[in-house]
């Protein structure tokens, strides 16, 4: 089982006390990297939910530098502490709250007070209150509480404050201040001297007009600098100076009105005065004081990296990085700093020159497309062979990303235009097509019109070279279809033929001419080879059969087969309720399995010798694979809304399911629960990764991979037991799950089958449920079919019924 | 420079392949992503950084460290670190073993001195629990790889030690001077010898069944199979002979398990860049087999002389996917820039590689311009508008080339129909064949006579597919400068084709050939030009030969033609003799024509054979004519 795919910029990455390592939150586990060559040296494997906080213990002097020990915080409750120089668990602290940002001022504070050990460690850390679920929605679910680390245990009834939603906690490089923003408001508390677990903490608030991003303190001296959602800067000097310097209690501090002069400062806010930078034209994503307190690092979805002098407000800047920034962490080594960026790249700057040394680069996140055309877009694609997927970039690209190494190969540049983080896209990519074997590519790219002027399609086919893996382009279309978007592209497998499917109602062959020179076949370019339509109907899926013998393109709610090379219809089969949406062939085996979204979800397996249909479920499909064993395949379903709310807990967040299905029994053969199915993929590897080549003897059959929505993957066998973990458990619910939903075809099988002309009565589905009756009369009569077909369908339901209990 | 040699290169892979570290003697070791194919870390100054060993200090950088062997280590999967376990082992000339940590890029531990005269070969087992060095004082000492400790010492031979291996289980070690001797690892103790190699053994390795050691000494040209089983038997099982002395052994045995894997598969790699691909069922079976050779083709003649041709750096044998075929994984090219690439090669299947000119500084001249016309064609790209689809017609019958796609209406295919309807026509009023005629001449400018041929192919009676060669219509944009029709003086044409660049000439050559074999156009036009472009370009022309095959077309054609002239000389005796009498009889004037043509014939042999090779129709349609005269 190989898992991989993960973001690196899901938190704030950590440098080890001597510069030499860098942590990065990656899903369960913390990467250690190296920060000379970018490569990965090992990982913090324990968490089983995404870490959210990684905190390095500083060391007390420069000789503790070697000491690696760090504390981590995740979703799953736990705070950990771990040897990170040979990954190893010293100590686990459950919380049992789901942790989403931690602070400890006690390690940062610790240098004056070594000497005394017995005092306890005290962290901050912003939970969810999962309990506030149940009730209203208005609850207020984020709590910032303290925990002893020392005793392993919560402080008990100290919550400093309740927010709506947990946010994240800033500190100050000396640990005395630490913060939450909560929409327009600042809050900042001062870390008591002595800490115990029943002291009182005394707290400011700040406040603006707008809503807060993100702030910081700085090191030595009262300024704090925040950032907010219109891009500007505004930095406090001398906060809490009344406050935080008075013996007494908050209420007493609060009520005393100075009467001097604070320019900038809102209403009673506790601070000298305040100053307002603007550079950023959109939000502020990260902001940092430098380690000797001159200059501030800000940075925003522009992607710029803006270096502010304090004093005089000048500005440098590195422009250029082309991604969102995320994050700006500072080393204990003051010539070395790491920026994170949305492309789930961490780059490692070269300070103060800004100069990139390396960087640590990830698969490309997803990132949604605008409205008009998210319907278009189709998912990743695979190439089976070489266990290499490729995705949509933000910046009109295509990466490749090998499962197997989880490392990026490629990435090509769809579209020759810059990327500007901060601008709306205008041209979206939205189809891409492999050949069988990995040499030829097709993309479709949307230009988005701009009131209604100057939208375009536009389809490219590139090829590349074996030795390289650089895609060259081959040949432009400009609208291949008129006006009408592409719905699908696919290759053949056994020739040069591509075919496109448009909602303008026709498909078109292309085929690729090629040219002797000098004794070696050129590739001359595509063109279009025929045009077919069927009824003036929209055309929302194609495929071909594994043997290139058959065409099979979906007419909306029809499946239309074509003799490819003379360009004939040969036959069409059945009727689905909703546009198909996906089509595939089972290997070389004569079945299609045809998937429909909207209103009325449907999986269907069509039989091409007897041109009928062998049985249905009203699923949400979301991806269909083959598996090796050509009567197999595995589908990627969507759970029903309603099931998972109603399991919710039981499923824990796992949203949808993989069923691995054969052909001739409706039965799902295995069922794995997984999460984040939405814009998921599904594929079967027929390669295996190389260094499995090593263990001779053992051959594997091929693995199957998932990608989920935020792009992290998971490589299973799928016949070993290894990775039925979850599906063991949950198959009887699932299916279960299915036949209450959907009540009449639970009993009835697919309604639609009664329809069909064919016989096929002993294909019928009788999904088994304990109690169909419950729903069976609940629908509204006229979606009920004739009391005729009811009558037969019931009775034959019954002993179906029977029999199965019989077995 | 002559040809390429990599003997000393040191090079190594990653256990996984994803990385590939080479070093060129310079003291830099640099590590290539094989994925991205991109470089990833370099090595420099790794002594001088050293703050631990004071005096190391004093050298000064990286020159002074010459490295003499390297090898790749996994410390694996015991300690469940994805790359944190990679460690490349290095030894130095001055005796020392550095092993180095990839992923940090850090000196991980070193052994200072551990081998006075210098280190010389580095060997673990598969799991990689035990290093062996082996140094030029005849010693092997054992290290801990983890920690760098050196664990124990034995002597193996009074002279230097060149090579040694051990077995995958780790518990044999080969050690090799000019004798290969194998100890077992446990207590040291010689189990075997084997001698027979004239020199020191450059490269030696176990099968990974532990059953036969493989071995290549400096300047032989064989490698030696030698059965390890412990009995007294001193000679080879068997020789696999090359070409060139080779500097890395790779091999994999299949005994039990799958039956059709089964088998021993070796590879070499020389010293001139070629690999060698050997698989035999058993020693018999691979003593008889011939090995697939997989080289560097280098197209560009200057190149080869150029110092450091591309060439095949470094290969290993990555897996077996069937019987008699392996998956070489192999990084070839310049040194600047490696290529990688995994090729399945077939066991006697030769392969010739392309190399990539990326990164290489090319001499000036010639060779750059062609190679800059070569990435023109590379990088052309082809752009189609909405109109894309007009010529897409369904089925559509002879669609093969791009050109024609486009300009539909080019064809010269002539459409049934309208054969058919001349047909008729012509024999419903003969006397429009006249008229008919004429249209065939405008469609013909230029032409001054009728051709008999082309009227028959009008109507039909040539079959379209007697010609071998693919029948696409001239295209117009290769005769745009060439008036073919024109009938151009020698002095003209020849000024014509020496205007052409080679291929240009060389593919106008291949056009007018089946031009010629199809008889779309007259022989007299088109055999000025043949003629011309084969004085001219003759170079070039056999240059491609072996490719094309033109010139053995051209070749059978002339003699199918020529061997038409008898009978022809023959026909026209024979007529001129019946002229002779109609013309004794009526006293008309047709001797004149008949003289003119005669004249024509003796004139251009070529021109004959047009009219030879239809003959009966020509005959027919003679007799005929001279039956209507009569």
């Known amino acids: 089982m190989i898992r991989g795919g993960k973001s690196y910029v899901s938190s704030p990455p950590a440098f080890s006390n001597d510069a030499k390592r860098l942590l990065v939150c990656t899903g369960n586990t913390v990467s250690v990297f190296s920060t000379s060559t970018g490569l990965q040296m090992g990982s913090l494997e324990g968490h089983v939910a995404l870490v959210t906080s990684v905190i390095v213990v500083p060391a007390p002097s420069p000789a503790g530098r070697i000491l690696c020990y760090c504390w981590t915080a995740s979703l799953d409750g736990t705070i950990r502490y771990w040897d990170f120089s040979t990954p190893e668990l010293m100590k686990t602290v459950d919380v049992r709250l789901p942790i989403f940002s931690m602070v400890i001022p006690s390690l940062l504070s610790q240098q004056n007070e070594s000497s005394e050990k017995a005092s306890d460690v005290f962290a901050y850390i912003s939970v969810e209150n999962i309990r506030a679920q149940e009730t209203q929605p208005k609850a207020l679910r984020g709590q910032v509480r303290k925990c002893n680390l020392t005793k392993s245990s919560l402080a008990g009834g100290v919550t400093l404050k309740e927010t709506k939603k947990p946010e994240y906690i800033t500190i100050s490089s000396s640990g005395e201040f630490f913060g939450i923003l909560d929409k327009q408001k600042l809050h900042i508390w001062k870390v008591p001297e002595i800490e115990s677990e029943r002291v009182v903490l005394k707290r400011i608030d700040l406040h603006h007009t707008k809503k807060f991003t993100v702030f910081a303190f700085h090191p030595t001296q009262r300024i704090v600098a925040a950032g907010d959602v219109t891009g500007r800067i505004l930095i406090w000097r001398g906060f809490g100076k009344r406050t935080f310097s008075m013996g007494d209690g908050q209420a007493n501090g609060r009520s005393?009105?100075?009467?001097?002069?604070?320019?900038?400062?809102?209403?009673?806010?506790?601070?000298?005065?305040?100053?307002?930078?603007?550079?950023?034209?959109?939000?502020?994503?990260?902001?940092?004081?430098?380690?000797?307190?001159?200059?501030?690092?800000?940075?925003?979805?522009?992607?710029?990296?803006?270096?502010?002098?304090?004093?005089?407000?000048?500005?440098?800047?590195?422009?250029?990085?082309?991604?969102?920034?995320?994050?700006?962490?500072?080393?204990?080594?003051?010539?070395?700093?790491?920026?994170?960026?949305?492309?789930?790249?961490?780059?490692?700057?070269?300070?103060?020159?800004?100069?990139?040394?390396?960087?640590?680069?990830?698969?490309?996140?997803?990132?949604?497309?605008?409205?008009?055309?998210?319907?278009?877009?189709?998912?990743?694609?695979?190439?089976?062979?070489?266990?290499?997927?490729?995705?949509?970039?933000?910046?009109?690209?295509?990466?490749?990303?090998?499962?197997?190494?989880?490392?990026?190969?490629?990435?090509?540049?769809?579209?020759?235009?810059?990327?500007?983080?901060?601008?709306?896209?205008?041209?979206?990519?939205?189809?891409?097509?492999?050949?069988?074997?990995?040499?030829?590519?097709?993309?479709?790219?949307?230009?988005?019109?701009?009131?209604?002027?100057?939208?375009?399609?536009?389809?490219?086919?590139?090829?590349?070279?074996?030795?390289?893996?650089?895609?060259?382009?081959?040949?432009?279309?400009?609208?291949?279809?008129?006006?009408s978007d592409i719905s699908a592209v696919a290759f053949r497998p056994t020739q040069l033929m591509a075919v496109t499917s448009s909602f303008g109602g026709d498909f078109k062959t292309w085929v690729c001419g090629n040219e002797i020179q000098k004794g070696e076949v050129q590739n001359t370019g595509w063109t279009c080879y025929a045009v077919g339509s069927y009824k003036k109907r929209p055309m929302t899926a194609a495929t071909f059969s594994a043997d290139g013998s058959v065409l099979a393109v979906a007419a909306e709610t029809v499946i239309t087969l074509w003799d490819p090379d003379r360009n004939i219809l040969v036959a069409i089969i059945g009727d689905a309720f909703t546009p198909i949406k996906t089509l595939s062939f089972l290997g070389q085996s004569g079945y299609i399995v045809s998937a429909s979204r909207g209103s009325r979800p449907q999986l269907s397996v069509w039989s091409l010798s007897k041109l009928s249909k062998l049985w249905s479920y009203s699923l949400q499909i979301e991806a269909v694979t083959c598996l090796g064993d050509p009567s197999t395949f595995a589908v990627l379903a969507l759970l029903p809304k309603l099931a998972t709310e109603s399991q919710g807990m039981a499923l824990g967040g796992r949203d949808g399911a993989i069923l691995a299905f054969d052909v001739n029994k409706p039965d799902p053969m295995a069922v794995w629960s997984v999460r984040k199915a939405e814009g998921g993929a599904l594929a079967f590897l027929q390669g295996s990764p190389s260094r499995e080549n090593f263990t001779q003897g053992k051959t594997s059959r091929g693995l199957l991979a998932f990608v989920n929505g935020d792009?992290?993957?998971?490589?299973?066998?799928?016949?070993?037991?290894?990775?039925?973990?979850?599906?063991?458990?949950?198959?009887?619910?699932?299916?279960?799950?299915?036949?209450?939903?959907?009540?009449?075809?639970?009993?009835?099988?697919?309604?639609?089958?009664?329809?069909?002309?064919?016989?096929?009565?002993?294909?019928?589905?009788?999904?088994?449920?304990?109690?169909?009756?419950?729903?069976?009369?609940?629908?509204?009569?006229?979606?009920?079919?004739?009391?005729?077909?009811?009558?037969?369908?019931?009775?034959e339901s019954l002993l179906e019924k029977r029999t199965a209990v019989v077995e | 420079m002559g040809s390429p040699n990599i003997r000393d290169l040191l090079t190594a892979f990653s256990p996984s392949s994803e990385f590939f570290a080479i070093s060129s003697g310079d003291g830099r070791i640099k590590i290539w992503d094989t994925l991205k194919g991109q470089i990833q870390t370099?090595?420099?100054?790794?002594?001088?950084?050293?703050?631990?060993?004071?005096?190391?200090?004093?050298?000064?950088?990286?020159?002074?460290?010459?490295?003499?062997?390297?090898?790749?280590?996994?410390?694996?999967?015991?300690?469940?670190?994805?790359?944190?376990?990679?460690?490349?082992?290095?030894?130095?000339?001055?005796?020392?073993?550095?092993?180095?940590?990839?992923?940090?890029?850090?000196?991980?531990?070193?052994?200072?001195?551990?081998?006075?005269?210098?280190?010389?070969?580095?060997?673990?087992?598969?799991?990689?629990?035990?290093?062996?060095?082996?140094?030029?004082?005849?010693?092997?000492?054992?290290?801990?790889?983890?920690?760098?400790?050196?664990?124990?010492?034995?002597?193996?031979?009074?002279?230097?030690?060149?090579?040694?291996?051990?077995?995958?289980?780790?518990?044999?070690?080969?050690?090799?001077?000019?004798?290969?001797?194998?100890?077992?690892?446990?207590?040291?103790?010689?189990?075997?010898?084997?001698?027979?190699?004239?020199?020191?053994?450059?490269?030696?390795?176990?099968?990974?069944?532990?059953?036969?050691?493989?071995?290549?000494?400096?300047?032989?040209?064989?490698?030696?199979?030698?059965?390890?089983?412990?009995?007294?038997?001193?000679?080879?099982?068997?020789?696999?002979?090359?070409?060139?002395?080779?500097?890395?052994?790779?091999?994999?045995?299949?005994?039990?398990?799958?039956?059709?894997?089964?088998?021993?598969?070796?590879?070499?790699?020389?010293?001139?860049?070629?690999?060698?691909?050997?698989?035999?069922?058993?020693?018999?079976?691979?003593?008889?087999?011939?090995?697939?050779?997989?080289?560097?083709?280098?197209?560009?003649?200057?190149?080869?002389?150029?110092?450091?041709?591309?060439?095949?750096?470094?290969?290993?044998?990555?897996?077996?996917?069937?019987?008699?075929?392996?998956?070489?994984?192999?990084?070839?090219?310049?040194?600047?820039?490696?290529?990688?690439?995994?090729?399945?090669?077939?066991?006697?299947?030769?392969?010739?590689?392309?190399?990539?000119?990326?990164?290489?500084?090319?001499?000036?001249?010639?060779?750059?311009?062609?190679?800059?016309?070569?990435?023109?064609?590379?990088?052309?790209?082809?752009?189609?508008?909405?109109?894309?689809?007009?010529?897409?017609?369904?089925?559509?019958?002879?669609?093969?080339?791009?050109?024609?796609?486009?300009?539909?209406?080019?064809?010269?295919?002539?459409?049934?129909?309208?054969?058919?309807?001349?047909?008729?026509?012509?024999?419903?009023?003969?006397?429009?064949?006249?008229?008919?005629?004429?249209?065939?001449?405008?469609?013909?400018?230029?032409?001054?006579?009728i051709c008999l041929e082309d009227q028959l192919r009008s109507l039909g009676f040539i079959g379209q597919n007697d010609g071998s060669f693919d029948r696409s219509a001239p295209d117009p944009a290769f005769f745009k400068d060439i008036n073919l029709e024109a009938n151009l003086s020698n002095k003209k044409i020849r000024d014509a084709i020496l205007s052409m660049g080679a291929s240009d000439a060389y593919n106008l050559l291949r056009k007018l050939l089946s031009l010629w074999q199809s008889r779309s156009s007259n022989a007299k036009l088109v055999l000025p030009w043949i003629s011309r472009i084969l004085v001219i370009h003759s170079d070039y022309v056999l240059s491609q030969e072996p490719m094309t095959e033109l010139l053995y077309s051209l070749g059978k054609t002339a003699k199918a033609r020529g061997a038409a002239i008898q009978p022809l000389l023959q026909l026209v005796g024979r007529l001129q003799l019946v002229a002779a009498q109609i013309d004794k009889a009526t006293h008309d004037q047709t001797r004149d024509s008949l003289h003119e043509r005669q004249a024509d014939e003796s004139d251009d042999e070529d021109e004959d054979i047009d009219h030879v090779f239809y003959r009966d129709e020509d005959e027919s349609g003679q007799t005929s004519n001279d039956t209507d005269d009569e």
Not at chain 1, 442 to 468: M, N
Not at chain 2, 132 to 147: K, Q
Not at chain 2, 291 to 317: C, F, M, R, W, Y
Not at chain 2, 405 to 418: A, E, L
């Open chain 1, 256 to 483: 005393i009105n100075f009467d001097e002069d604070k320019p900038g400062v809102r209403g009673n806010d506790d601070a000298d005065n305040c100053s307002t930078w603007h550079w950023h034209p959109h939000e502020v994503n990260c902001l940092v004081f430098s380690s000797d307190g001159a200059y501030i690092y800000s940075g925003g979805r522009e992607g710029v990296l803006v270096v502010w002098q304090i004093d005089t407000g000048k500005k440098k800047f590195l422009p250029r990085i082309g991604s969102p920034l995320l994050y700006f962490v500072d080393s204990p080594d003051p010539s070395l700093a790491s920026i994170s960026c949305a492309d789930n790249q961490i780059h490692l700057l070269k300070m103060p020159a800004m100069e990139m040394l390396k960087s640590i680069s990830g698969i490309k996140l997803p990132f949604s497309p605008p409205e008009a055309v998210s319907s278009l877009c189709s998912g990743c694609i695979f190439d089976q062979k070489a266990g290499v997927v490729a995705l949509h970039t933000e910046n009109y690209g295509i990466q490749f990303y090998s499962l197997f190494d989880d490392h990026a190969i490629s990435e090509v540049q769809v579209c020759e235009r810059n990327h500007q983080p901060g601008n709306e896209i205008t041209v979206v990519v939205t189809q891409l097509a492999l050949s069988v074997d990995g040499s030829f590519m097709s993309t479709v790219e949307v230009r988005l019109p701009e009131e209604d002027i100057g939208g375009l399609v536009c389809l490219k086919f590139w090829t590349s070279d074996s030795q390289d893996k650089h895609f060259r382009l081959l040949t432009v279309i400009y609208e291949p279809h008129r006006d």
């Open chain 1, 711 to 795: 792009h992290e993957y998971v490589l299973f066998d799928p016949y070993s037991d290894e990775a039925t973990e979850h599906g063991v458990a949950h198959r009887k619910g699932l299916v279960s799950e299915e036949t209450e939903k959907y009540g009449y075809s639970s009993v009835y099988g697919e309604l639609q089958e009664f329809n069909h002309e064919r016989n096929q009565t002993a294909e019928i589905i009788i999904a088994p449920s304990e109690k169909p009756w419950a729903t069976l009369f609940s629908g509204s009569s006229q979606t009920l079919p004739p009391l005729t077909k009811l009558c037969s369908a019931f009775l």
């Open chain 2, 42 to 449: 370099e090595f420099v100054d790794i002594a001088a950084n050293d703050l631990t060993d004071a005096f190391m200090k004093l050298d000064k950088g990286h020159l002074s460290v010459d490295y003499t062997c390297m090898k790749w280590l996994d410390l694996g999967k015991k300690r469940k670190r994805k790359h944190g376990g990679s460690l490349i082992v290095l030894g130095t000339g001055g005796g020392d073993v550095l092993a180095l940590d990839v992923a940090s890029g850090e000196l991980r531990w070193r052994i200072s001195d551990c081998h006075p005269g210098g280190v010389t070969a580095i060997s673990f087992s598969e799991k990689g629990s035990r290093v062996y060095t082996g140094g030029a004082d005849g010693m092997i000492c054992e290290i801990d790889p983890v920690t760098g400790n050196s664990l124990k010492r034995f002597k193996t031979s009074t002279k230097a030690i060149s090579s040694i291996s051990v077995s995958s289980d780790g518990s044999v070690l080969a050690s090799a001077s000019a004798q290969v001797k194998i100890y077992s690892c446990s207590d040291q103790k010689k189990i075997q010898k084997f001698s027979g190699h004239p020199g020191a053994v450059r490269s030696m390795i176990f099968t990974n069944d532990g059953k036969y050691a493989l071995s290549c000494a400096a300047g032989e040209r064989y490698i030696a199979v030698w059965r390890v089983d412990g009995s007294k038997t001193h000679s080879a099982s068997c020789t696999l002979s090359m070409e060139h002395p080779a500097v890395y052994l790779d091999s994999r045995c299949f005994d039990n398990g799958e039956e059709d894997l089964k088998g021993l598969y070796v590879l070499a790699l020389t010293e001139t860049g070629v690999c060698y691909f050997w698989f035999g069922q058993n020693i018999e079976e691979l003593r008889n087999s011939i090995p697939a050779k997989v080289s560097l083709s280098i197209e560009d003649s200057v190149l080869k002389n150029h110092h450091g041709a591309p060439t095949i750096l470094a290969a290993k044998l990555q897996g077996i996917p069937s019987r008699a075929s392996g998956h070489i994984f192999m990084s070839h090219g310049l040194l600047v820039k490696p290529l990688f690439q995994k090729i399945l090669v077939h066991s006697g299947k030769n392969m010739n590689l392309n190399s990539s000119l990326d990164g290489i500084l090319l001499p000036t001249g010639q060779s750059l311009v062609r190679a800059k016309r070569g990435q023109d064609v590379r990088n052309k790209v082809t752009a189609l508008d909405r109109a894309n689809a007009e010529d897409a017609l369904h089925p559509v019958p002879t669609f093969t080339d791009l050109g024609e796609t486009k300009k539909p209406h080019q064809y010269s295919g002539i459409d049934p129909d309208d054969v058919i309807a001349d047909i008729v026509n012509s024999r419903s009023q003969a006397k429009s064949l006249g008229s008919e005629q004429m249209r065939d001449d405008d469609a013909e400018v230029g032409t001054s006579t």
